[in-house]
């Protein structure tokens, strides 16, 4: 699921006008990745906030007290769906116990340099916006059953942080409880420019 949302929301900034000629083509529409319906009804978007242009290190260091409550604290490792190519960046970083022994954190953030790229990307992430959270410019999060999710849109960046237990740990309540804290820990490391 983590691969379809990355690659749809990759594709709205490739058709928004936001990538070079030579990026290889992404297969579009993906079904199912956007309920129909007229987009008037989704909530309107605040002004961006920032102009971020990428990442302070490769991946964020998460330093507040829910990241070390939840064994997630310091630095991040790159994921392979990582890569930066301007006018789009992909911040892709994982944190936590690699083996499943603990919790994990694992974020998934677009940054592009056309701000109408960014909001074109956000919209199409519609069906995904369930409770709101005070995250960036604008989030939801979600119970997805085996993680909580919190999608974001701050100022030229847009991305989902999941929050996933221990393996064989159904109890969501306590990432429930820091995924605020977490999200913005993740998004605190962003450097305007």
Not at 39 to 48: D, G, I, N
Not at 66 to 88: M, Q
Not at 98 to 118: C, K, L, M
């Amino acid at each position: 699921m983590k691969r379809i949302l990355l690659t749809g929301l990759a594709g709205t900034l490739l058709l928004a006008g936001c990538a070079k000629p030579d990026l290889s083509p992404v297969d579009l529409p993906l079904s199912g990745s956007a309920p129909s319906g007229p987009m008037e009804s989704a909530p309107s978007l605040p002004p961006p906030s920032h102009h971020w242009k990428g990442p302070a290190t490769k991946c964020p260091v998460l330093t507040g007290s829910a990241a070390k409550a939840l064994g997630v604290a310091g630095s991040g490792s790159p994921t392979d769906e990582y890569w930066s190519d301007p006018p789009v960046t992909v911040i892709a970083c994982k944190w936590g116990v690699p083996d499943g022994r603990g919790n994990t954190v694992e974020a998934t953030i677009v940054i592009s340099e056309r701000q109408e790229a960014t909001d074109a990307g956000w919209r199409a992430m519609r069906a995904y916006w369930k409770t709101p959270i005070a995250v960036g410019d604008m989030g939801f999060v979600t119970d997805e059953g085996y993680a909580v999710a919190v999608r974001t849109r701050y100022g030229n960046a847009a991305g989902t942080i999941r929050l996933r237990p221990a393996v064989g740990d159904t109890d969501l309540a306590p990432l429930s409880k820091a995924a605020a804290e977490i999200s913005n820990d993740v998004l605190d490391d962003l450097v305007e420019g």
